[in-house]
Structure formats: structure tokens, C-alpha cells
């Protein structure tokens, strides 16, 4: 029976790609949640526009359309910060796949060794039950012809 001896280094690999997995999944979901942020952030501000332009065909108040003015500069401030945040979080989000990317490669050559050395095991055991085979029959013949 094979038995590989870098097992206990191919189980740590596969723990340390299975938290860079976590890491990843826990960075997109705040990408995520910020992207709603987003699209909130967005559909209130077209709603206050469509308010503002309504406001101001109608309205003659000059301190309410500077409200509506300040509450729309804010609101773009807003999902200024938002996109700049949603960029870093991509940013980050790309490192961690760059990172898990070489976690994988890690855990993948030790998987290729271990087949490689499991198929070199194989072979030399079916070679050597061959020959044992061989011996046999060359025994059994050997017998029958004396």
C-alpha cells in the first residue's frame, strides 16, 4: 500500500488555500453590499434630480431649491466615496485572488507528485508481481518437465 509521505504538507496547503478561499469570499461580499450601497445611493439621487427639476419649474423659494442644490452635492459626494471605496475593495479583492492563485499552484504540484509517486508505485508493484508470476510459471513448468 502507497502511502505519501508529504501528506501532512499536502493537508496544511490545502488549509492555507481553503482560508485564502474564506478571505476571498468575505472581501466580496463587502464588495457586494457596497455595490447596493451604490445603486441606493444612485436611484436616490436621480429620484431628488427629478425632484429638483420639478422644483424649480414650479417653485420660486430660492432657499428650498439650495437645499435641493446642497442635498445633490452631498449625494454626489456620496457615491464619489463610495466608487473609491468599491475601487480598493476591488484592488484588495484582486490581490487576494493573485494570492490564491499561488496557493492552488502550491497545492497542485504537491497533487502531481503524489499521483506521479502513487503511478511510479503502481508500476514497479505491477512489475513486481509479474515477475513473481513469472517465477511461478517458470517453477510449475520446470516441474512438469522433469
Do not use: C
Amino acid at each position: 500500500m502507497y502511502k505519501f509521505k508529504l501528506a501532512p504538507l499536502l493537508r496544511h496547503r490545502k488549509r492555507q488555500e481553503d482560508e485564502k478561499m474564506r478571505e476571498m469570499s468575505a472581501i466580496n461580499q463587502k464588495m457586494v453590499v457596497n455595490s447596493e450601497k451604490l445603486e441606493v445611493l444612485t436611484a436616490g439621487r436621480k429620484e431628488q434630480m427629478d425632484k429638483f427639476t420639478e422644483a424649480t419649474s414650479t417653485a420660486h423659494n430660492v432657499n428650498l431649491l439650495r437645499v435641493y442644490q446642497d442635498f445633490l452635492a452631498g449625494r454626489d459626494i456620496d457615491i464619489a466615496n463610495k466608487n473609491m471605496e468599491i475601487r480598493q475593495i476591488g484592488e484588495v479583492l484582486e490581490k487576494k485572488r493573485i494570492e490564491l492563485s499561488e496557493y492552488v499552484k502550491r497545492r497542485r504540484v504537491l497533487e502531481i507528485l503524489r499521483d506521479k509517486q502513487q503511478a511510479d508505485y503502481n508500476l514497479s508493484m505491477d512489475r513486481r508481481e509479474q515477475k513473481e508470476l513469472d517465477d511461478i510459471s517458470n517453477q510449475l513448468f520446470l516441474r512438469e518437465a522433469w
